[in-house]
């Protein structure tokens, strides 16, 4: 089953966007969340409509150790923005450890069946935006569309804050809305 259909975010996860996001994800800064989910209002696809917004979900003991799902404060921060509801149609069924280190490859299997989407009639037929604060690889991402796909949505677009890539060793100096299409 294929991920994704289109990914966007609003910049290079380095700099001042980098700080940013550890600050509110490690530092516990919540407050962050109005900011930075207006970062993701103005990379959202213009071009696209959608159903719902779906924030990448936590596993129930990474949740409990952090105090909060900060994909799920961007998410609810976004849908405020936007007027689109969040729909918590995932589940992390799976705990997986932590992804930053892992090849490609090991990121893929670290995610595999990771991810539920119990509620198949909230999604059936819906254009969903998923919302994540950083891609790396998009494994996580993919594992998250292909639950939501199984469930029957028609297409799911993720939007990050920040995309990593690990090709460039140049620093840039302005984030800009970057897009990656399966």
Known sequence: MRGFDAAYCFGAYEGVLRDLIHVYKYGKVMTLAR???????????????FDAIVPVP???RRRWQRGFNQSDL???????????????ALRRVRWTGVQAGLSNQSRRRNVAAAFRCPGRRKVAGKRLLLIDDVMTTGSTAAACASALKRAGA????LLAL??????????TAQPEVSVWRN
Not at 82 to 87: D, E, F, R, S
Not at 154 to 157: F, G, K, L, T
């Open 35 to 49: 900011p930075l989910g207006r970062l993701l209002r103005d990379a959202m696809p213009r071009e696209e409509a």
């Open 58 to 60: 936590l596993h129930w």
């Open 74 to 88: 961007l998410a609810t921060e976004l849908a405020r923005n936007c007027g689109i509801p969040v729909l918590r």
């Open 154 to 157: 028609a297409r799911v677009v």
């Open 162 to 171: 920040a995309r990593v890539d690990r090709r460039m060793t140049a620093v």
